[in-house]
Nanobody, 128 residues
Framework: QVQLVESGGGLVQAGGSLRLSCAAS????????MGWFRQAPGNEREFVAV????????YYTDSVKGRFTISRDNAKNMAYMQMNTLKPEDTAVYYC?????????????????????WGQGTQVTVSS
């Protein structure tokens, strides 16, 4: 069965960095678009970043542009998100997700319903 497992979360001070990892199994990883979402306490889950099958195309939500970098290693079935200059408002549970669809409308990459598989999340806490 398909499984996505996030790791790399933790507690950091504002301005610090973390790298999140997502290990995928049970799917042909290189055929899936991979995304990262997050959910803060009391908030709905929101889109953070996405990377295409080949890794050649990425897109980020405005609040993390210039600070976060999504990447993937298809040979290792891994997706990553490097998070730099972290802010307290980045505090959330971060989830990786995999989508099998062809994105004819690229805006659909931001939608939770576009993704078929989800990890259980990893907590990121940024203190001030």
């Amino acid at each position: 069965q398909v499984q996505l497992v996030e790791s790399g979360g933790g507690l950091v001070q504002a301005g610090g960095s973390l790298r999140l990892s997502c290990a995928a199994s049970g799917l042909t990883f290189s055929t899936y678009t991979m995304g990262w979402f997050r959910q803060a306490p009391g908030n709905e889950r929101e889109f953070v970043a996405v990377i295409s099958w080949s890794g050649r195309t990425t897109y980020y939500t405005d609040s993390v542009k210039g600070r976060f970098t999504i990447s993937r290693d298809n040979a290792k079935n891994m997706a990553y998100m490097q998070m730099n200059t972290l802010k307290p408002e980045d505090t959330a549970v971060y989830y990786c997700a995999a989508s099998r669809r062809v994105f004819r409308d690229v805006a659909d990459r931001r939608l939770q319903d576009s993704y078929d598989y989800w990890g259980q999340g990893t907590q990121v806490t940024v203190s001030s």
